[in-house]
């Protein structure tokens, strides 16, 4: 087996979880991304895009237009950003003045921005809402009756094609539409205990209809001082609520009382930082060789306060030479006469494990029993890997980041 060492203290930069930046913007207006670089902060993943649509209340957005909300979604994906998208027309709480006056138009702008959603789907990492309401949290406006939900629904549902996770503001809201499999996001996170209508009946009476919804994407939003909370409770409610991310700019009054409260080896805003999302420690690596065959044990905890909503796999990558043949079988993809015309050089090759989305819940062990069809493994690389892209994750183990190396050729 192989010693993995203890716990660091440290924050990870995975996909999927942690602070928010909120990035308002107006597709008429064409992209300063030299403005943009200034204000992203290296390590943080996600950034909130609210598009402001007010300009074309009344008509369909145009080719320029498109070209600029384009050119958002590049500027984001490519400094490794995933994106929170929010389609609004109001930014001033004004939701009623200043959405179209028919649904109709709300739909074309959906079947405009879908396509370009679905063309960056591996940097969107979820939409928030349904195009409507006071800074598009789905409340003050015409469009929140029960009808008007269940259109707005069933469009993006159909134009997305599942493609895209969707959160929606509020349990009832998600209800009115006839929504399933939707996630939940909340802008009024620990204001009171029903989070100012959030939960009408309180957190607790209303879990049934939120535990689902954050089972269902990655939950977060906005943290607001209200609750007399210590640090300890804090933690154990967002803890059950399963928080991913949160907004780094508001409340600042919240957030700084936060930074304040000592908590373990740091503030209690380092503890925050540290395991909103999922936060993965290996715990124990064993492996056994047979003939024909080996099998490795990977023994994992979540220590963070929840799942991963990602598709993942595990790579073994292995570096082997000419004693391969020992095995009197091929490498994976390799036919047999080749395997002798190298001899004597390195071969690399790996292994993979595929991991279902959701698969590891926060706070519990997991041991995965990896079954390979090798028998000499001088040495190898484990890595777990985000499928949407196939970037290497960072685990939680003070000793290594995203790759540990196994000498798997000694007993």
């Not at 963070?304 to 595990?314: D, N, P, V």
Request: with cysteine.
């Amino acid at each position: 087996g192989l010693a993995l060492g203890e716990e660091g203290q440290g924050p990870l930069a995975n996909p999927g979880r942690g602070w928010y930046r909120t990035y308002p913007m107006r597709p008429e207006l064409p992209l300063d991304g030299a403005y943009l670089d200034t204000t992203l902060v290296h390590g943080e993943r996600l950034c909130l895009l609210e598009l402001c649509l007010e300009h074309f209340r009344d008509r369909d957005l145009d080719g320029a237009a498109l070209s600029n909300v384009r050119a958002m979604l590049e500027f984001f994906a490519l400094r490794g950003r995933q994106i929170l998208f929010r389609g609004t027309y109001d930014l001033e709480g004004r939701a009623m003045e200043k959405e179209p006056v028919r649904l109709g138009q709300i739909l074309a702008h959906m079947e405009q921005i879908a396509p370009l959603l679905l063309d960056f789907a591996s940097h969107v990492l979820l939409v928030q809402g349904l195009f409507v309401g006071a800074w598009g949290e789905m409340h003050s406006s015409r469009y929140v009756d029960a009808s008007s939900l269940q259109t707005l629904y069933r469009h993006w549902r159909t134009l997305t094609r599942g493609r895209l996770r969707l959160s929606l503001r509020t349990p009832a809201l998600a209800d009115l539409a006839g929504a399933e499999d939707v996630g939940l996001y909340d802008d009024a996170l620990l204001a009171d205990d029903g989070d100012m209508g959030t939960f009408p009946r309180g957190r607790d009476r209303c879990r049934p209809w939120w535990k689902p919804m954050v089972a269902a994407a990655p939950f977060g939003g906005e943290a607001l001082l209200g609750m007399d909370l210590d640090a300890r409770a804090t933690e154990a409610l967002l803890r059950d609520m399963e928080l991913s991310y949160l907004n780094i700019q508001y409340d600042s009054r919240l957030l700084d009382r936060w930074r304040a409260m000592a908590y373990g080896q740091g503030s209690f805003f380092d503890h925050v930082e540290r395991h909103m999302g999922y936060r993965f420690l290996l715990r124990r690596l064993a492996w056994r060789r047979g003939w024909g065959c080996a099998e490795l044990e990977i023994e994992l905890e979540n220590t963070g306060w929840a799942r991963c909503y990602e598709e993942l796999y595990w790579e073994l990558e292995r570096e082997e030479s000419s004693h391969a043949k020992e095995g009197g079988r091929a490498l994976p993809g390799q036919k047999p006469e080749e395997d002798f015309d190298r001899a004597g050089q390195d071969v690399r090759a790996s292994e993979r494990l595929a991991v279902a989305a959701g698969a590891w819940l926060p706070g519990q062990k997991h041991v995965i029993k990896w079954k390979l069809p090798l028998t000499y493994w001088p040495e190898a690389r484990l890595y777990l890997r985000r499928r949407a892209d196939h970037a290497a994750l960072a685990f939680a183990n003070k000793a290594f980041s995203s790759t540990i190396r196994l000498p798997m050729g000694q007993p």
